[in-house]
């Protein structure tokens, strides 16, 4: 049986295990994965100390992505790009680092939600890590433009610059945002856990547009009902995310591309 772990600081309350033993049932793999809470001044003892027990693989959540982005003797290029790792495979002595979380955006957009992003103008709210790392994969759909906006504007001109060779991107603060329309809209700021509202002008949401907050668990957060009341056609929250980076993760480490509906409606009830 081969052994997998999330690590995170706190973890007791991941959903990973949940999401990654589904998988396993559902595919027949012969694999156990179980939460590993690392000391918040301990990340790579951590990790160490489970590939020295044989373990394979990893993901890594709050707020640790960083160092395993430092930690990783091989990086993928979304991962080089987000500057944070959210999967550690080990093998041949190596640890490979890859970033999952913006496939899994892309997919839970695409596939269960049935958005397709190409030729599409997108917001994205939000400049910290959470944002960063889901840039790349948005890029990778072509579509129109994407759009960064942040509290703090120099962040966001930041990404565009970093990011300008890898498509149409552009940078700044909220207020850029007036008198303009997106079909997309996605909230990857912190300030749903804060029950706060990031400072929308009105008139942002196309009326087809698809509101999507990367936050989960929290019913309609004060984005998504913003969105509504500014007519935005569809909403969604962020445990689809969620479940497709598991089910991204599970590819990279057993081959094999479980189904996510079925985990996702579990997780709903
Ligand atoms: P994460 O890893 O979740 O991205 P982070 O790196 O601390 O966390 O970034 C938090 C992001 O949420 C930032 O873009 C932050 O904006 P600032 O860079 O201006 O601080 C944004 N954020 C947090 N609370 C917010 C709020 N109430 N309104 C708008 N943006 C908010």
Do not use: C
């Amino acid at each position: 049986t081969d052994q997998y772990a999330v690590t995170g600081n706190p973890i007791a309350h991941s959903k990973s295990p949940s999401i990654h033993t589904e998988f396993a049932k559902q595919t027949g793999e012969d694999m156990a994965y179980t939460a590993v809470l690392a000391p918040l001044d301990g990340f790579d003892r951590t990790v160490d100390q489970f590939i020295s027990q044989g373990g394979k693989g990893m993901n890594v959540t709050v707020p640790f992505k960083q160092e395993a982005y430092q930690l990783a003797s091989v990086l993928s290029e979304r991962a080089q790009l987000a500057e944070a790792v959210n999967t550690l495979k080990f093998e041949n002595g190596n640890i490979f680092g890859d970033n999952t979380d913006g496939a899994g955006l892309v997919r839970d957009i695409k596939e269960n939600l049935g958005f397709n992003i190409q030729n599409k103008r997108v917001l994205l709210l939000g400049a910290g890590g959470a944002a960063r790392g889901v840039i790349l994969p948005i890029l990778k759909q072509l579509p129109d433009s994407l759009t960064i906006a942040n509290r703090t504007a120099a962040k966001a001109v930041e990404l565009q610059q970093q990011f300008s060779a890898y498509g149409a991107i552009t940078g700044g603060g909220y207020s850029d945002l007036a008198g303009r329309e997106f079909d997309l809209v996605i909230n990857a700021t912190s300030s749903s856990l804060n029950d706060a509202l990031p400072p929308l002008p009105a008139g942002v949401f196309a009326s087809h547009a698809l509101a999507y907050d990367m936050m989960y668990g929290k019913g309609l957060t004060p984005f998504l009902l913003f969105a509504q009341s500014e007519g935005a056609a569809q909403l969604a929250d962020g445990l689809g995310m969620l479940v497709e980076q598991a089910a991204e993760s599970f590819f990279i480490w057993r081959g094999v591309r479980p189904a996510t509906l079925p985990v996702i409606e579990l997780l709903r009830k």
